[in-house]
C-alpha cells in the first residue's frame, strides 16, 4: 500500500508534471514551426524553378529582340562619333563629339526644335482638352453615345500616311474640300492655296494630327472614367456640390494615372512626328514645319551626312527622355495607385 504524499513531496511531482507538460507544448511548438518553415522553403524553391523556366521559354525571343533593337542602336550610337558621308569607297573620319557640336551650334536645329516643341505641346494640349471633353460626354451616355464611341475608331484606326494624304488633298488649292466648303458658306471667293503659308502651315498640320490621335486620348480617359467608383461623386452631390465641381475636384484628380500614360505617350510620338509632315508640307514652306526628326531624315539620306544623322537621333532620345520624366515628376502620385 502506498503512502500518502506529503506537503512537499506533493509539490514537487506537482511542479514536475507541469514542466512535463511545457516541454510537449515546446516541442509540438517546435515541430510545427519546422513544418511551416519547410513548407515555405519548398515553395521559394517552386518559384525560383518556375521563374527559371519562364527565363528559358522567354530567352530566344529576348535574345531576337535585342539583336534587332540593341545592335542598331549600339551601330547608331557609334556612328554618332564619326563623319560618315554616304556613297561607294567612302571613307570614314572619327570625329569625337564634333556632330553634337556642329548641330548644337547650328541655328536650324534651334529653329526646328522650338517649331517640334510648338508642334508638340499644341497638339498634344488639344488633344487632352478635347479627349477629355468627349470622354465625359460618352461617359456620360446621351442619345447615341455608342455610335460616337465607335466612330472614335476610325480616325485612329487610318493610317498616318494616308490621313496625311487625306488632308494634304483636303487643303490642295485647286481642288481642296476647304476651298468647297467656304466657297460655299461664302466666307472665301476663290481658292486660297492654304499651304503656301508659312505662319499658316504648321497649324495646318497641327489639326490634321489632332484629327487622327484625339480619339486615342479620348477612349482611354473613357476606359478610366468609366472605372472610377461612382460613390465618391454621390457623395460630393450630397454634399452640395454641382456637375462643375464634381467634376475637376473628385473626376479629373482620379484620373491623373491615365491622363500620365496618355501625356506620355502622345508626347513621345508628336516630338517624332516625321510621316503627316513629310505627307503633307514636305517640310515647308521655307522650313516652316520643318520638325526635328525631318531634319534627322534629311541629313541621313537626302544630305548623306549620316555621323549626323545619328547624332540628331540620340539627341530626339534626350528631349523625348527628359519630357517623360518631366511628366512623371509633376503628375505622378504613387499613393493614388494603391
Known amino acids: 500500500m502506498k503512502q500518502p504524499l506529503n506537503g512537499l513531496s506533493w509539490q514537487n511531482n506537482k511542479l514536475w508534471r507541469n514542466k512535463q507538460v511545457d516541454l510537449r507544448i515546446e516541442r509540438k511548438s517546435t515541430c510545427i514551426l519546422n513544418m511551416a518553415t519547410n513548407t515555405i522553403k519548398r515553395r521559394l524553391t517552386l518559384r525560383e524553378q518556375d521563374a527559371r523556366t519562364a527565363w528559358l521559354l522567354v530567352a530566344p525571343s529576348l535574345l531576337v529582340i535585342l539583336g534587332i533593337t540593341l545592335w542598331p542602336v549600339l551601330s547608331t550610337f557609334i556612328l554618332s562619333f564619326f563623319h560618315a558621308p554616304t556613297g561607294i569607297n567612302q571613307v570614314r573620319t572619327f570625329v569625337g563629339f564634333g556632330n553634337y557640336l556642329e548641330m548644337l551650334s547650328d541655328q536650324l536645329f534651334w529653329e526646328t526644335i522650338g517649331r517640334t516643341f510648338y508642334f508638340t505641346f499644341v497638339s498634344v494640349g488639344l488633344e487632352l482638352a478635347l479627349g477629355l471633353a468627349i470622354a465625359q460626354l460618352i461617359h456620360s451616355r446621351p442619345w447615341g453615345w455608342q455610335f460616337l464611341r465607335l466612330s472614335l475608331i476610325v480616325p485612329w484606326a487610318v493610317p498616318t500616311i494616308v490621313n496625311g494624304a487625306m488632308w494634304h488633298w483636303i487643303y490642295n488649292g485647286d481642288f481642296g474640300a476647304l476651298n468647297g466648303i467656304l466657297m460655299q458658306f461664302g466666307l472665301i471667293k476663290h481658292y486660297v492655296p492654304w499651304l503656301t503659308f508659312p505662319n499658316m502651315a504648321m497649324n495646318l498640320v497641327i489639326v490634321a494630327d489632332i484629327w487622327h490621335t484625339m480619339p486615342f486620348v479620348a477612349l482611354v480617359l473613357q476606359a478610366a472614367l468609366a472605372a472610377l467608383p461612382e460613390d465618391l461623386n454621390e457623395a460630393a452631390a450630397v454634399d452640395g456640390a454641382n456637375a462643375w465641381q464634381r467634376f475637376w475636384q473628385i473626376r479629373v484628380p482620379l484620373l491623373r494615372p491615365a491622363i500620365l500614360v496618355a501625356l506620355i505617350v502622345r508626347t513621345v510620338d508628336a516630338f517624332r512626328v ?52 518631366i511628366y512623371i515628376r509633376f503628375l505622378y502620385r504613387p499613393e493614388e495607385t494603391q
Open 274 to 325: 516625321f510621316d503627316i509632315v513629310y505627307i503633307i508640307t514636305s517640310g515647308g514652306p521655307a522650313y516652316k514645319t520643318l520638325t526635328i526628326t525631318y531634319l534627322t531624315y534629311l541629313n541621313s539620306f537626302a544630305f548623306g551626312k549620316q555621323g549626323i544623322g545619328a547624332a540628331l537621333s540620340f539627341l530626339i532620345s534626350i528631349f523625348t527622355i527628359t519630357l517623360a520624366f
